[in-house]
């Protein structure tokens, strides 16, 4: 019932939402000789650079791939879906007191604001991801499967990531470390996601620690299907699915535990 009210609520502030989203892409690029370029300059940077460094390292270990381009595919979609994971999470943490003004002032749903940055952040990774499959196509390993498999996993990332950056944008407002605390994590659960790396390279005892993160299936699931070009076995994403159902739960617990605390705090 919760979950119903809060949809009906950002349906009807829908306007403001979209309003807000094309306001900000207004904003960023506004005065810049590229524009909206600049949006593919530090990804397509990142993933050279990697390719150029990783590639001929890591291409002989990844199991059951035949073609020249099979790591740059692979290393791609895990940075793609984890870039659209970092840019909502971040964002969202600061949300609440970047738009303190607005919030003591008017009438509308805390959630439109999250909603907003994962709208967002959902169009910078449609962006991207439009010029990987193309990559993919030019290197013929594009398929219906892979394709399903990233929209899956945009579906898996951008339900953790905003559930959990709800939650983070409460408790940032009354405990201000969080901020440099989430950088750090970041950095961690990167490196504890087969992005750079192929699981295969890691010793046994450290892989019962990388599976309990929800990113090593997600990613995992759309690199085999675009590198196999078929869908992986469905059950592989019962945990991220876990994981969403239990960061709703908690973002829930703590909208309703701190939603009159906040302006005071604000």
């Known amino acids: 019932m919760q ?9 009807r502030h ?10 900000e892409f207004h904003l960023r690029y506004r005065g810049s000789i590229l524009g909206a370029t600049w949006l593919l300059i530090p990804p397509i940077t990142m993933i050279l ?18 073609t020249p381009f099979a790591y740059s595919i692979y ?25 303190a ?17 994962v709208i967002s952040g959902s169009i910078n990774w449609a962006i991207i991801t439009v010029l990987f499959v193309l990559f993919l196509a030019a290197s013929s390993q594009l398929s219906i499967a892979g394709l399903f498999a990233l929209l899956i996993g945009w579906l898996l990332t951008t339900a953790i990531a905003g559930c959990l950056g709800y939650a983070l944008s409460f408790l940032f407002v009354f405990f201000r470390d969080l901020g440099p605390f989430l950088g750090t994590g970041l950095q961690l659960l990167f490196w504890c996601t087969p992005i750079v790396y192929p699981a295969s390279v890691l ?44 960061l709703a739960m908690l973002a829930t617990l703590i909208h309703r535990r701190l939603q009159f ?6």
């Not at 090593?216 to 992986?232: K, V, Y």
């Open 3 to 11: 979950i119903h009210l809060h949809a009906k609520e950002i349906w």
């Open 14 to 23: 829908r306007g403001f939402i979209l309003a807000s989203v094309l306001r």
């Open 49 to 66: 650079v990697y390719t150029l460094v990783f590639s001929n390292v890591m291409h002989s270990r990844l199991p059951g791939t035949d």
């Open 75 to 99: 290393l791609c979609s895990g940075l793609l879906l984890w870039n659209l994971f970092t840019e909502i999470t971040q964002r969202c943490q600061s949300i609440f007191i970047d738009n």
């Open 101 to 117: 003004g607005l919030l003591k002032k008017t009438r509308f749903p805390r959630l439109a604001l999250p909603a907003i940055v």
């Open 203 to 246: 010793p046994e005892w450290a892989l019962p620690v990388v599976r309990a993160n929800p990113f090593f299936h997600i990613a995992g699931f759309t690199q085999r299907a675009l590198l196999e070009m078929q869908l992986p076995p469905v059950s592989e994403l019962t945990a991220p699915c876990l994981w969403v159902v239990a």
């Open 261 to 266: 605390e906040i302006l005071d705090e604000l």
